[in-house]
């Protein structure tokens, strides 16, 4: 008989239910993982509740298995697949290559012409809110060692903090600020404390995901106490911050980007914004010399990121503020239910 597994199906509206499916069998070139531990992100709070603009114009097909910022481990691997093993702790792309395209015959992955989206919007790949997964063996990465599989589920949203900082070149003289108590914000703060930057401020208004930032070696300015950028200022003495990551997607968070940025600093902008920003200052960027980055999580960061964990060891369980069950993950989509949560980590396989 062939054996089963628990999926859990987003069906919009705020509904979902935990389903039973086949387990996947491996064909070559792909590898079955055992799922430990998937990642709930704004983005599959948003789709959750169908209340959002992918929602609204149709971008997403319900049922939608959810889930792209996930660990696991391997349980068997497709014929032709040698770099992996069973056992072996992995984490996986954001994004599916389709295979046919001149890209992909090419082995250019990252480069592919119809890319699959990772359990959010069409064309979508299944995510990883089940028991067992199955993916192509060149999205998969290794876990570095020291790194635990509930850490390793944030390798994801680190991958996407990287697309700013891998444009940063942080230095231990270096100022960086971000502004963004969320996940990304949190990831970009161990990156740049890994890199060695002299000072990393932490911007926001929430007092326990304040204290998440502080607790990954931060530098926390509440701006409920605080004018942000009057406080950068005196402490930078009137200069400005070297870098600044603004993972919020705020009208007021991007004005405050700009105004805290030093001359010639580089500027991150990490997410989306919801509406048009018709009241920006350009003459500051100009005046400023500014680089201005869009970085949106686009495929090929893993690597870059998994290499500063490996080489740094940061720890990363400050960034997990809530843990589910696979059984009781359902009340985790709904954001309410959670105001103060920075991650919730869903466990769905054993510990390692
Ligand atoms: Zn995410
Ligand atoms: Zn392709």
């Known amino acids: 008989m062939q054996k089963e597994m628990n999926v859990f199906l987003s069906e919009g509206c705020s509904r979902g239910r935990i389903v039973t499916m086949p387990v996947p069998e491996v064909v070559p070139g792909t590898v079955l993982v055992k799922i430990a531990y998937c990642g709930i ?14 929602a609204e114009t149709g971008q997403v097909s319900y049922p939608v298995r959810l889930g792209h910022e996930w660990s696991g481990v391997v349980e068997a691997v497709g014929e032709g697949v040698t770099q992996f093993c069973k056992g072996d702790r992995v ?5 599916v290559s389709c295979g046919k395209c001149d890209a992909c015959l090419a082995g250019d992955f990252a480069h592919c012409a119809h890319m699959l989206n990772v359990g959010t919007i069409d064309p979508v790949y299944d995510g990883a809110f089940c028991e067992y997964y199955i993916i192509a063996a060149h999205h998969l990465h290794k876990i ?18 990287y697309g700013g900082i891998k444009h940063m070149n942080i230095t231990k003289n270096s ?45 926390i300015i509440n701006i409920k106490q605080c004018d942000a950028v009057q406080t950068i200022m005196d402490l930078t003495g009137g200069l400005g911050a070297d870098f600044v990551l603004e993972c919020s997607g705020a009208p007021e968070t991007f004005k405050q980007a700009i105004d805290i940025a ?23 960027m100009v005046a400023k010399a500014l ?20 080489e740094h060891k940061p720890d990363l369980l400050p960034i997990i503020t809530d843990e ?29």
């Open 91 to 95: 984490v996986g792309d954001n994004a």
């Open 41 to 54: 992100c704004g983005t599959d709070q948003d789709l959750f509740s169908g209340e959002c603009s992918f």
């Open 262 to 284: 030093a001359f010639r600093a580089t500027v991150a902008l990490i997410g989306f914004y919801e509406h048009r920003e018709n009241d920006v200052n350009v003459d500051t």
């Open 144 to 161: 570095p060692e020291g790194i635990s599989l509930k850490e390793a589920s944030l390798a994801e949203p680190l991958s996407v903090a």
């Open 175 to 219: 100022t960086v600020a971000v502004i963004g108590t969320g996940c990304i914000g949190m990831a970009a703060v161990v990156l740049a404390k890994c890199l060695g930057a002299k000072n990393v401020w932490m911007i926001g208004r929430n007092e326990s995901k304040l204290e998440s930032a502080r607790a990954l070696g931060a530098e």
């Open 324 to 352: 589910l069950d696979f059984d009781e993950c359902i009340a985790g989509f709904t954001r309410k239910n959670y105001p103060n949560a920075v991650k919730i980590a869903v466990k769905i396989g054993e510990e390692d």
């Open 291 to 310: 680089t201005l980055i869009g970085v949106m999580g686009e495929m090929g960061n893993m690597a870059g990121a998994l290499s500063i964990l490996a």
